[in-house]
């Protein structure tokens, strides 16, 4: 129910998963070209999209079609040192969701020693959505899977 569009009163869920990537250009205006079918993309593939994606976009050379059809945007207001941001909806699209930049903070620790308090590298994600058909939990359960996926990433992956 987050891959999905509203239109007027329908509820439209989408096949493809089709995510918008908001782009800074260098006039300070804010643009979101869309990779086409991410789902089926790999890490390298997903990496390779975005750079050309954010390339063109910031040379003005995206064609029209490459701006529409998004059905979720994701935003790195971390790019510009921000820790957490607002990120608004892009309508027909029911959510968006914000990452801030990853800095490193104090915190608790368990250890079989008990709690101590350590430095670790955190960042705050930030989901906006449509209440009309995306509810707290639903949104909550999105927020949760994404950090679980980033908390669990193995650097030493092949790509």
């Known amino acids: 129910m987050i891959n999905i569009q509203v239109d007027g009163d329908k509820i439209i869920k989408k ?7 908001a782009v800074a250009l260098p006039s300070g205006n804010l643009i ?4 086409r079918n991410a789902d089926k993309l ?5 990496t390779k999209a975005v750079n050309d994606l954010a390339t063109r976009a910031r040379d003005n050379k995206l064609k029209p079609d490459e ?12 790019s510009f040192g921000n820790v957490m941001g607002t990120p608004i909806i892009m309508q027909p699209q029911v959510g968006i969701i914000a990452l801030g930049a ?12 008990g709690d101590a308090i350590a430095i670790r590298h955190k960042m705050f994600l930030s989901h906006s959505y449509d209440h ?9 359960m999105l927020v949760r899977r994404v950090a679980d996926y980033l ?3 193995d650097i030493t992956r092949t790509i």
């Not at 490193?104 to 020693?113: I, Q, S």
């Open 102 to 113: 990853v800095q490193k903070k104090p915190a608790v620790v368990e250890t079989p020693y």
């Open 67 to 78: 701006l529409s059809g998004g059905t979720f945007t994701i935003s790195n207001v971390g």
């Open 132 to 140: 009309r058909v995306v509810d707290g939990a639903l949104g909550g």
């Open 151 to 153: 908390e669990k990433f």
């Open 42 to 46: 790999s890490l390298s593939g997903l």
């Open 15 to 21: 096949k493809d998963i089709n995510i918008g990537m």
């Open 32 to 35: 979101v070209p869309v990779i």
